[in-house]
Nanobody, 119 residues
Framework: QVELVESGGGFVQAGGSLRLSCAAS????????MGWFRQAPGKEREFVAR????????YYADSVKGRFSISRDNAKNTVYLQMDKLKSEDTAVYYC????????????WGQGTQVTVSS
């Protein structure tokens, strides 16, 4: 059974930092990618960042470029999202997701972790 478990969410003041972790179990995604999405109250879920597992190439939403950084630890089958210079508009539930190949849709999702940024 594949499971993605996020951790690291919490409450932080604007300008602060948080690091989210997502540990995958049950399989690896060596041919695919893992990413982060977020959903703010009353809004649709949106893409934040992703990393290609095989070569580490990263992609970011424009809204987080220069402030967030996604990385992976192959040995731990874990992906991280370092979030710096946080803004109130970053407040959302953050979800980890994974796909088995680069052309597939994200078929695996975590339960989400709340990030709240006070202004």
């Amino acid at each position: 059974q594949v499971e993605l478990v996020e951790s690291g969410g919490g409450f932080v003041q604007a300008g602060g930092s948080l690091r989210l972790s997502c540990a995958a179990s049950g399989r690896t995604f060596s041919s695919g990618a893992m990413g982060w999405f977020r959903q703010a109250p009353g809004k649709e879920r949106e893409f934040v960042a992703r990393i290609v597992w095989s070569n580490g190439i990263t992609y970011y939403a424009d809204s987080v470029k220069g402030r967030f950084s996604i990385s992976r630890d192959n040995a731990k089958n874990t992906v991280y999202l370092q979030m710096d210079k946080l803004k109130s508009e970053d407040t959302a539930v953050y979800y980890c997701a994974a796909k088995s190949t680069l052309l597939a849709s994200y078929g695996y999702w975590g339960q989400g972790t709340q990030v709240t940024v006070s202004s």
